[in-house]
């Protein structure tokens, strides 16, 4: 029993310290099932993602109990996927969201992919500010934490921003920084889209055999990695790099070949078409000019390019005048200088929201720190208060195993004060010497019986003293023995009775064993044995409703009559030892406990009377 609470404490302190590491190391996670499905969607995301955004969004809204990092993760890839389908605006939302989360959670990896998206999406919206602002935050970023992917890839996004104001050597500097990072990685898209830069500088600069050079590299890099959306992306540039370097023949050829691929892979690309008719307008092919450029605007319409569509309506307007179609001329103008005066209008709005954004994102980032400050108060709080409960449950546990120690010590001496009690030396001497009496009689047959009744005794109160109960009929047949014993002491001066009600199964009701020996002993010293004949000694065992009623009486000579020859102690008569052993139960079981003494109608003693009750259950 010791043992089995010294374990069972054991373990509750190996579950509260357990409890103490993870209340202080625990980390947001994300599950194997949705990182499997953003790995698998990471190769699928450039051709498919209309549906990517699609089945993106089902998990964000159908998932139960998602963690910080798995919205944050789900958000990131909808925003890339938004992105990549041209939807700029969206995207630049969307990824925004997953900033302040990944910003939240410390992740200074996601935050820095998180940041390249909001600058290419700013750049494409035309919020040029933003879009700086954004990309030298993710430089800054990627510098602390050493990430050389995200440090070319935010050097690839000033040389964006800079290409954008012509300002080709600032621009030139940040593609070759890209380059030199990216150039021992193995990573060809990036590479092509790096040398896809590079050449479009050489282009701005004429340096058309530079260009034409590099542009060979990526459609050479692009073909082994047999992506034809990035294949038609370098056919286009080469196109326009003849253009510029008067070649139309070779331009119209590359210009086609993207338009083909185009057709074959079912992509829209406005590009080709756009540059077809620049070649067109260029070579005084006015009707295939108006076919390419209608078929450009298109699409830019569809993509909500308006920088596009604008510059594509500026050569749609010579195209018209070409014609002589002075309306229809008049009308691409009236579009054009609506959709600039909107573009105008959306970079006040987008530098304002910018500034709304940067006090917006200051303010986040205070109410970050200071939540930080307060959640590391409060951890610091969590863990004293912790350890305040494991101190007390381990002081509270010392406590409950000393209790049960001393318990257990108060047990043992019980054991020991009961057995002294029933096998005093006296009780031991005179029914030995009772026993030897009859073997020398001659009386072999009864003096054998004697002998095994007495070690069958001996026996029983070894055997019974150390258990917290036995059967009634195992008490009853104890006690019948040691009665039996004792009338040989007493040469058969008294005899006995016990009465057990036909209500008590005496094999299934349990009692503590050896309870009724001390009373029986008391009845036959201090009131039977004085008797020269005629002694009753009165067992009855009955049920009282949930109880079982015990009885001892005997017709002796009373306690008051042998006080006044005896000093008889409550100790010796073992009255003590047996409220204890009630005690211990805990079912107060003690409280029924009487001694009666019996008269006669002229008040002389006649006897003694014990009786308590025991719970069935």
Request: neutral net charge; charged residues 25%.
């Amino acid at each position: 029993m010791i043992l089995r609470n010294k374990n069972n404490w054991q373990l509750s302190i190996a579950i509260l310290l357990f409890l103490i590491i993870t209340a202080c190391s625990k980390q947001d996670t994300i599950r194997p099932e949705i990182e499997n499905y953003l790995v698998k969607l990471d190769s699928t995301l450039q051709s498919n993602t209309d549906e990517s955004i699609i089945e993106l969004d089902s998990l964000l809204n159908n998932t139960d109990d998602l963690s910080t990092l798995e919205n944050a993760m789900l958000l990131f890839n909808k925003g890339e996927a938004q992105y990549l389908d041209f939807k700029y605006e969206d995207a630049f939302n969307t990824q925004l969201k997953s900033y302040e989360l990944f910003t939240a959670l410390n992740d200074k990896y996601n935050e820095g992919r998180c940041l390249i998206t909001l600058s290419g999406a700013s750049l494409h919206m035309g919020d040029l500010e933003a879009s700086q602002v954004y990309a030298l935050k993710a430089l800054s970023l990627s510098q602390l934490i050493g990430n050389k992917r995200t440090e070319g890839k935010a050097y690839n996004q000033l040389f964006k921003l800079h290409y954008e104001l012509k300002d080709y050597d600032k621009a030139l500097s940040y593609i070759e920084k890209t380059d030199s990072l990216y150039s021992q990685q193995a990573d060809t898209l990036s590479i092509i889209a790096i040398k896809n830069n590079k050449a479009s500088i050489y282009v701005e600069q004429k340096e058309y055999n530079k260009a034409l050079t590099t542009y060979s590299e990526a459609m050479t890099l692009s073909q082994s990695k047999r992506d034809p959306k990035i294949l038609v992306s370098v056919l286009n540039n080469i196109g326009y790099t003849y253009i510029e370097a008067g070649k139309y023949d070779d331009a119209e050829r590359f210009l086609r070949g993207a338009v083909t691929l185009n057709k074959n892979i079912n992509s829209i690309n406005a590009a080709p078409y756009k540059g077809l008719g620049n070649l067109f307008l260029l070579t005084s092919r006015i009707d295939s000019s108006l076919v390419n450029y209608n078929k450009a605007l298109d699409i830019y319409k569809s993509n909500k390019n308006i920088n596009e569509e604008i510059r594509v309506r500026d050569k749609l307007v010579a195209v018209s005048l070409f014609y002589g179609d002075y309306a229809k001329a008049l009308n691409n103008q009236i579009v054009r200088d609506s959709l600039q005066l909107n573009l105008s209008r959306m970079e006040q709005e987008n530098l304002l929201d910018f500034v709304n954004v940067k006090y917006e994102v200051k303010q986040k980032e205070t109410e970050i720190n200071h939540q930080r400050e307060i959640n590391s108060t409060n951890r610091l709080l969590t863990i004293s208060m912790i350890l305040l409960f494991v101190s007390l449950a381990v002081v509270t546990a010392v406590f409950v195993y000393n209790g049960r120690l001393r318990a257990a010590n108060k047990s043992s001496k019980l054991e020991q004060s009961l057995l002294r009690v029933q096998m005093n030396p006296h009780f031991i001497f005179n029914t030995l010497a009772a026993i030897q009496n009859i073997t020398l009689e001659g009386d072999a047959i009864k003096s054998s019986n004697y002998i095994a009744k007495f070690s069958k005794l001996i026996r029983q109160n070894f055997d019974y003293v150390r258990k917290e109960s036995i059967t009634l009929e195992k008490e009853i047949s104890m006690i019948s023995n040691y009665i039996e014993t004792q009338q040989l002491r007493f040469n058969n001066v008294f005899s006995y009775h016990i009465e057990l009600a036909d209500t008590i199964d005496r094999s299934a009701v349990k009692v503590p064993p050896m309870l009724l020996q001390p009373f029986i002993e008391n009845a036959i010293e201090y009131g039977l044995k004085e008797k020269k004949n005629g002694g009753q000694l009165e067992i009855r065992i009955l049920q009282d409703n949930d109880e079982v009623l015990f009885i001892v009486s005997d017709n002796g000579l009373g306690r008051s009559a042998k006080a006044k020859q005896e000093k008889v102690s409550e100790e010796l008569h073992a009255t003590s030892i047996f409220k204890e052993r009630l005690k211990m139960r805990k079912k107060g079981e003690e409280k029924t406990f009487t001694i009666e003494d019996l008269f006669n109608e002229d008040k002389n003693p006649i006897g003694t009377r014990v009786s308590f009750k025991l719970k069935l259950s």
